[in-house]
T-cell receptor, first 113, second 116 residues
Framework: AQRVTQPEKLLSVFKGAPVELKCNYS??????LFWYVQYSRQRLQLLLR??SRESIKGFTADLNKGETSFHLKKPFAQEEDSAMYYC???????????????FGTGTRLLVSP | SAVISQKPSRDICQRGTSLTIQCQVD?????MFWYRQQPGQSLTLIAT?????????ESGFVIDKFPISRPNLTFSTLTVSNMSPEDSSIYLC?????????????FGPGTRLTVL
């Protein structure tokens, strides 16, 4: 079964400190992983996907198949990074050909001045 | 990316009644999905809304409780039937289109439902 685990409900850091939001997954196939973010009073939006190997807003995430992890990192947190972050896993295609997303429970990041 | 709107944005309903939530997209999309996010929990997929055919429901969700319509490629509705307080949740519509990866989904603003 596919599962995404985000062990921290809340991560509180000071501005300028490094941030690491943890995500571990369970999936027997070749996973595709994503980080979604929800800022206060805004809708859920895609932050980055592992397949793109990109850095968005200073955030990066590396897929570690050995550790089945996809932790989200940023070297210097900013106050505007405060938000709810969800890790998600894309499973095998459904009958429609599209893949279902399985979400973790989310981590709230709070960056204090 | 698609622009998605939902109506209503929030509602407070009485036990035993039903509420229909609308999802409108500004462009034609292949796939539309409905999610539920219960208080303090993650998003759970309810069903895939298929255009011109019956929705595909996930385990634990049934058509009688959550009937879905998808009359065209830009619109879908989710009805929460015979509501109980346990149905209090945020309900989200999302869309995906070919070429962007079916996995890259775009979400609506959500409908916050409170059942008394």
């Amino acid at each position: 079964a596919q599962r995404v685990t985000q062990p921290e409900k809340l991560l509180s850091v000071f501005k300028g400190a490094p941030v690491e939001l943890k995500c571990n997954y369970s999936y027997s196939g070749s996973p595709e992983l994503f980080w979604y973010v929800q800022y206060s009073r805004q809708r859920l939006q895609l932050l980055l996907r592992h397949i793109s190997r990109e850095s968005i807003k200073g955030f990066t995430a590396d897929l570690n198949k050995g550790e089945t992890s996809f932790h989200l990192k940023k070297p210097f947190a900013q106050e505007e990074d405060s938000a709810m972050y969800y890790c998600a896993l894309s499973g095998p295609p459904m009958n429609t050909g599209f893949q279902k997303l399985v979400f973790g429970t989310g981590t709230r990041l709070l960056v204090s001045p | 990316s698609a622009v998605i709107s939902q109506k209503p944005s929030r509602d407070i309903c009485q036990r035993g009644t039903s509420l229909t939530i609308q999802c409108q997209v500004d462009s034609q999309v292949t796939m539309m999905f409905w999610y539920r996010q219960q208080p303090g929990q993650s998003l759970t997929l309810i069903a895939t809304a298929n255009q011109g055919s019956e929705a595909t429901y996930e385990s634990g969700f049934v058509i009688d409780k959550f009937p879905i319509s998808r009359p065209n490629l830009t619109f879908s509705t989710l009805t929460v039937s015979n509501m109980s307080p346990e149905d209090s949740s945020i309900y989200l519509c999302s869309v995906a289109t070919p070429g962007q990866g079916g996995d890259t989904q775009y979400f609506g603003p959500g409908t916050r439902l409170t059942v008394l």
